[in-house]
């Protein structure tokens, strides 16, 4: 299970509107050799939303995750937190 937590200034502070949730990301895993998509993972709200994104996938054996983000054309992507659990 993880958690991700995008930041998105829509309407706040000066010059806002700079950083926006992603239009798609992947949760990945290092299998030794490359960097892959795990398999089988489900991300509620299906749509990356600002502030908390759940994403749930079968168990997997990995010590090193990341994010792949597509950030939306003109605006930033800015990851508040993520949170990686072992719900073995």
């Known amino acids: 299970d993880v958690k991700v937590y995008f930041y998105s200034n829509k309407a706040f502070g ?3 509107s700079t950083y926006r949730e992603p239009t798609a990301y992947e949760v990945q895993y290092f299998n030794g ?3 892959v998509d795990v398999p089988g993972q489900v991300q509620n709200p299906p749509v990356p939303a600002p502030n908390y994104n ?3 996938f079968p168990p997997i054996h990995a010590q090193q995750v990341r994010l792949l983000v597509t950030r939306a054309p003109g605006f930033g992507v800015g990851i508040k937190e993520v949170q990686v659990f072992d719900n073995r």
Do not use: A, I, R
Request: no cysteine.
């Open 14 to 16: 000066f010059e806002g």
């Open 33 to 35: 050799s490359s960097w």
């Open 54 to 56: 759940d994403v749930t």
